[in-house]
């Protein structure tokens, strides 16, 4: 026989939360079981658990170290008690508490499709441009109305500099000056609020609508126009599918910011480049990281010249 389920205060206001207003004592009643789900290995996150409810399907507590998607989950919940529209590509939060033994407890919705990309994939170019910018949006309403100290735009090219100069023998200069010019290029756009971990594994869907909804907020924090999309930037070097993909979805994102999608473009591809540097120096292959990065330069010079299938010249907005 399986162990009763732990339902503690702030889980039984998180049924509430979800199921509405109704009798106390209802909500606790049908929380039917709780269970471990997979995941919470990063750096952030400590456990995940699952609220499983009689005829329904839950919600999930996580257990995070991150102060900054803590904040964000308590401005959400004040919004929602002032009367204010919550972010329709942000998850619900359903309560949040600091942990006794460290740490934070948040509680959200359950979303459906997490990392599923092989149905929804192909098609939802669109739908994530126009789902990142409301999220940069809502993020910018979120820290005027509640002083959020959100993370600063990284040092993405000084951090480049550093690591390429002299990487290739004869080349620390080139290499010095192209990152100049790459910067020179995307310094009269002003960075803005971005989700900055956003890939495949951290959107889900709406239940019900289906509608592409964010989750994990541990890195949320400005950043250069088009960083968003440096997961797909990837595709670059991919199908051709891939490259169309990356292609709609930063033509789209460029019409709604009013910005030139090769600085859209250029702007992914450098972010990408700053990641694949530091993941690959972290698994202990700095070299590789260097080669990776040096390649999404390139790329990101190609899309400030509009080269590219679809793409327009000298920066022009355009897929």
């Known amino acids: 026989m399986s162990a009763p389920p732990v339902i503690d205060t702030l889980a039984r206001d998180a049924a509430r939360r979800l199921f509405g207003a109704g009798p106390e004592t209802e909500a606790p009643a049908r929380i039917a079981a709780v269970e471990a789900l997979a995941g919470g290995t990063g750096a952030s996150t400590g456990a995940l658990r699952l609220y499983r409810l009689e005829g329904g399907d839950g919600f999930v507590e996580k257990h995070t170290s991150s102060a900054l998607e803590y904040a964000l989950a308590r401005a959400q919940l004040a919004d929602t008690a002032a009367g204010l529209s919550r972010c329709p590509v942000m998850l619900r939060f359903l309560a949040a508490a600091p942990d006794p033994a460290g740490g934070y407890r948040l509680f959200m919705e359950r979303l459906e499709g997490i990392g599923d990309n092989n149905g929804w994939l192909w098609g939802a170019e669109v739908a994530l441009?126009?789902?990142?910018?409301?999220?940069?949006?809502?993020?910018?309403?979120?820290?005027?109305?509640?002083?959020?100290?959100?993370?600063?735009?990284?040092?993405?090219?000084?951090?480049?500099?550093?690591?390429?100069?002299?990487?290739?023998?004869?080349?620390?200069?080139?290499?010095?000056?192209?990152?100049?010019?790459?910067?020179?290029?995307?310094?009269?756009?002003?960075?803005?609020?971005?989700?900055?971990?956003?890939?495949?594994?951290?959107?889900?869907?709406?239940?019900?609508?289906?509608?592409?909804?964010?989750?994990?907020?541990?890195?949320?924090?400005?950043?250069?126009?088009?960083?968003?999309?440096?997961?797909?930037?990837?595709?670059?070097?991919?199908?051709?599918?891939?490259?169309?993909?990356?292609?709609?979805?930063?033509?789209?994102?460029?019409?709604?910011?009013?910005?030139?999608?090769?600085i859209i473009r250029a702007g992914a591809c450098m972010s990408a480049a700053a990641r694949a540097l530091t993941r690959e120096t972290r698994r202990g292959r700095p070299e590789a990281g260097q080669h990776q990065a040096r390649r999404f330069i390139d790329l990101a010079e190609a899309a400030l010249q509009g080269d590219g299938p679809g793409e327009k010249k000298n920066g022009e907005r355009g897929a």
């Open 129 to 262: 441009a126009e789902a990142a910018e409301t999220f940069s949006q809502a993020i910018a309403g979120m820290r005027q109305r509640h002083g959020l100290a959100l993370r600063p735009a990284p040092d993405v090219f000084g951090r480049l500099a550093r690591a390429l100069a002299g990487s290739e023998s004869g080349k620390e200069d080139q290499i010095g000056g192209r990152l100049a010019a790459l910067q020179a290029a995307l310094a009269g756009y002003p960075s803005r609020p971005a989700h900055n971990d956003l890939f495949w594994p951290n959107i889900g869907r709406a239940p019900g609508s289906g509608g592409l909804v964010f989750l994990d907020f541990a890195l949320v924090g400005d950043n250069q126009p088009g960083a968003d999309f440096h997961h797909f930037a990837k595709g670059l070097k991919k199908s051709a599918q891939h490259r169309a993909f990356f292609l709609a979805l930063t033509a789209r994102a460029a019409d709604l910011a009013g910005i030139p999608a090769g």
